[in-house]
T-cell receptor, first 116, second 114 residues
Framework: DAGVTQSPTHLIKTRGQQVTLRCSPKSGHDTVSWYQQALGQGPQFIFQYYEEEERQRGNFPDRFSGHQFPNYSSELNVNALLLGDSALYLC???????????????FGPGTRLLVL | AQSVSQHNHHVILSEAASLELGCNYSYGGTVNLFWYVQYPGQHLQLLLKYFSGDPLVKGIKGFEAEFIKSKFSFNLRKPSVQWSDTAEYFCAVMNSGGYQKVTFGTGTKLQVIP
């Protein structure tokens, strides 16, 4: 049973570029959340997707956007990259948003993004 | 808004010493609480969680945590640490109102000296 997978593992971009990160949830999970973990900090919630819709959003600008596909996989897009966007981006999956709100989130290994 | 405070940023212990990592949260409603661990080079893993019931929660690898509602605390404990417990530990809170937004603390780096 594969856990949460993310691709790519590492990425280097320059300021102003755009990046797309990908996540496949754990088998049986249909909710995907994205987090940004800056060096020396705890993960910070970006947004959550369920039924292909963004259900919750943290304090991140509109440059951060996402998408969820019918197979529950998800993408995180960041436009107009800034140096401060350099971080580890984590994907977490869990069970149904409604009806089983107490499902635990399981995390993937992350994508390390470096913006030069 | 919910928030989590972990007051110990870096803890160094010798093997067999007892461990207690502090965690305090701020949220006006009912919460679910978690401790996650991140071993060097590995991804975040769930150590234990509290949703309801017995406030003393036992997790994997001999860890336990106690939820004290009156103190808004969820401290992590282990009676005897091992070198393999060297890792970063994150306390996290999720509101139980049907949303799964999880707020993490800044983490505590634990170094266990053989």
């Amino acid at each position: 049973d594969a856990g949460v997978t993310q691709s790519p593992t590492h990425l280097i971009k320059t300021r102003g570029q755009q990046v797309t990160l990908r996540c496949s949830p754990k088998s049986g999970h249909d909710t995907v959340s994205w987090y940004q973990q800056a060096l020396g900090q705890g993960p910070q919630f970006i947004f959550q997707y369920y039924e292909e819709e963004e259900r919750q959003r943290g304090n991140f600008p509109d440059r951060f956007s996402g998408h969820q596909f019918p197979n529950y996989s998800s993408e995180l897009n960041v436009n107009a990259l800034l140096l401060g966007d350099s971080a580890l981006y984590l994907c977490a999956s869990s069970g149904a948003f409604s009806g089983r709100a107490l499902e635990t989130q399981y995390f993937g290994p992350g994508t390390r993004l470096l913006v030069l | 808004a919910q928030s989590v405070s972990q007051h110990n940023h870096h803890v160094i212990l010798s093997e067999a010493a007892s461990l207690e990592l502090g965690c305090n949260y701020s949220y006006g409603g009912t919460v679910n609480l978690f401790w996650y661990v991140q071993y060097p080079g590995q991804h975040l893993q769930l150590l234990l969680k509290y949703f309801s019931g017995d406030p003393l929660v036992k997790g994997i690898k001999g860890f336990e945590a106690e939820f004290i509602k009156s103190k808004f605390s969820f401290n992590l404990r282990k009676p005897s640490v091992q070198w393999s417990d060297t890792a970063e530990y994150f306390c996290a809170v999720m509101n139980s109102g049907g949303y799964q937004k999880v707020t993490f603390g800044t983490g505590t780096k634990l170094q266990v000296i053989p």
